[in-house]
């Protein structure tokens, strides 16, 4: 595999506040990654960053070997899609579709036709008079249809109905099996979009605090629940993520445990399950931003 | 690093590409032939109905074409304002962007000089104020006048675009100093001393060549504000 996006040390402040903080991070050639955070983490910055929409404050960013900032060369295999992306005041979806056939070289004209329809955008009314749900529905088709070698997601479905989100995750899975092709991510939705993601990076307080591959994360921790006494009997040893308790039972996500070690856990009645990509998250982001998370 | 999978295209292809994107809407071009056609033909009306009250020389105030400046001072400027964040979400770089755009509005001023002649033409001073005959002076004249136009609103939204808000309070507020400064020069002493420029001193070529200088300036202005402009 070889990387299309390498970050180094990108730090992007705007009057003091910084947004991005000292980030590093790579990107491989043809798979899905999720760049996952809450909102104002810093996720819109950095994709900015990287598709030269912003100047860094320091730091570099090189895409396909150079600085993608007022670059043709590398731009032309960059699509980037945000939710807020206003177009202009008198067009229709297809004048979109229009300006993006000319803009993409990998445009595919059928598809696109065939997702208005999908998700029922209405092709007479003007774009500014569309729902918050068909105006995500317009990036998400151009976002797809564009099937730029990169494509950079910024959260183009959240306007969306869970029913229309669902279609999305499923074209999306679908389109990038038959073309394969660099695909970033934004979201907060992370349980949604857990099974499609082959690596994620989550992003707190402007700083990467989690870089991981999908299955070596899921794997790498457990939520157990029982009675208060045992789980705290149990757990001594490893590291523990989140800990709640509700009168008698307590619940905790903890990091290394082996497969000894859960059936061992369950013969003593304890409930032991694979921690979801959103309890692991949810536990990361709870910690201090400066510890960055390591996970083998 | 692996290399680029899609190849980078000529500036000219890359420019065209932004051209196309421009003229999505091919109604923009048309639509202010529909409206100078009406215009026309009220100041038309109009003028017939008050002949009495038209000076001397047949001049009129407000023409066609007074109208047609107007319209593609506003077309440039809600060109480079909304389809700004969209040419850079569709993989377009800045510079071409801006270059794109202004390739297309040189495209328009020529259009639209070679309409406003062919009418003046038929019609005479009638359509154009100041109109002296079909010639290749006229002509330039006329397309410096609608590139310098749309490049001074290029360059405005270029620095709505950079500075926003508190960017156009300060150029507005820079030009009303401007405004009120020139009048005050010209009647002071140093003012007498400035060398005249008007209408009745310049000849059409020299009027051109200044004409064009300004475009000129304005264009490489608004390429230095834009090249660092975010998108928001």
């Known amino acids: ?296 | 690093m692996t290399t680029l999978p899609i190849q980078q295209q000529t500036l000219v292809q890359r420019l065209w590409k932004v051209v196309g994107i421009n003229v999505v809407r091919p109604w923009v071009l048309v639509l202010p032939l529909v409206i100078m056609t009406a215009l026309f033909l009220v100041t038309g009306i109009l003028s017939w109905l008050t002949i009495a009250f038209v000076p001397a020389d047949g001049q009129l105030w407000f023409s066609p074409e007074f109208f047609l400046i107007i319209f593609l001072f506003l077309t440039a400027n809600q060109t480079i304002y909304h389809e700004y964040a969209v040419s850079l979400s569709f993989g377009i770089s800045r510079s071409d962007f801006y270059f794109g755009s202004l390739l297309n509005f040189a495209l328009q001023s020529i259009w639209y000089a070679v309409v406003c002649l062919s009418i003046a033409a038929v019609t005479g001073s009638f359509f154009l104020n100041e109109f002296s005959g079909v010639g290749v002076t006229n002509f330039v004249s006329l397309i410096v006048l609608f590139i310098g136009t749309q490049a001074l609103a290029a360059s405005t939204t270029a620095i709505y675009l950079r500075w926003g808000k508190p960017g156009m309070l300060t150029f507005f507020g820079g030009l009303a100093l401007v405004l009120v400064a020139l009048p005050v020069l010209a009647v002071s002493d140093l003012g007498s001393e400035l060398p005249t420029l008007n209408s009745e001193t310049l000849t059409m070529l020299e009027t051109n060549v200044i004409g064009s200088a300004v475009a000129l300036i304005l264009i490489t202005l608004g390429y230095l504000i834009i090249r660092k402009a975010s998108v928001r």
Request: proline share 2%; hydrophobic share 45%; no cysteine.
């Open chain 1, 1 to 296: 595999m070889t990387k299309v996006i390498e970050v180094n040390n990108l730090t992007k402040s705007y009057r003091g506040a910084t947004a991005v903080d000292s980030v590093s991070l790579a990107i491989e050639e043809n798979g899905i990654y999720g760049l996952l955070g809450r909102n104002g983490a810093g996720k819109t910055t950095l994709m900015k960053l990287v598709a030269g929409h912003e100047l860094a404050s320091t730091g570099e960013i090189s895409v396909y070997g150079a600085s993608p900032f007022e670059n043709s060369a590398v731009l032309a295999n960059m699509a980037f899609i945000r939710e807020s992306l206003r177009y202009s005041e008198n067009y229709k979806i297809g004048h979109v579709l229009k300006a993006a056939k000319i803009a993409f070289a990998n445009w595919d004209d059928a598809f696109a036709q065939s997702l208005v329809d999908k998700f029922q955008i209405p092709r007479k009314r003007l774009v500014r008079k569309l729902s918050r749900g068909q105006l995500s529905a317009v990036g998400v088709v151009v976002g797809l249809a564009a099937r730029a070698p990169i494509t950079i997601l910024d959260e183009p479905y959240i306007g969306m109905d869970a029913v229309a989100r669902k279609h999305f995750y499923d074209i999306l899975l679908a389109d990038y099996i038959k073309h394969p092709r660099t695909i970033v991510l934004s979201t907060h939705l992370i349980d949604e979009v857990a099974d499609l993601l082959e690596h994620v990076f989550v992003i707190d307080q402007g700083r990467i605090i989690l870089d991981a591959n999908t299955e070596d994360l899921r794997g790498s921790a457990a939520v157990i629940e029982g009675s208060t006494e045992s789980v705290d009997d149990a757990v001594a040893g490893f590291v523990i993520l989140e800990s709640q308790t509700i009168g008698t039972q307590k619940r905790v996500v903890a990091q290394g445990l082996k497969a000894e070690d859960a059936a061992r856990l369950q013969s003593a009645g304890l409930a032991v399950k694979p921690a979801t990509l959103q309890q692991l998250i949810i536990s990361q982001t709870n910690m201090d931003s400066s510890e960055k998370v390591e996970v083998a």
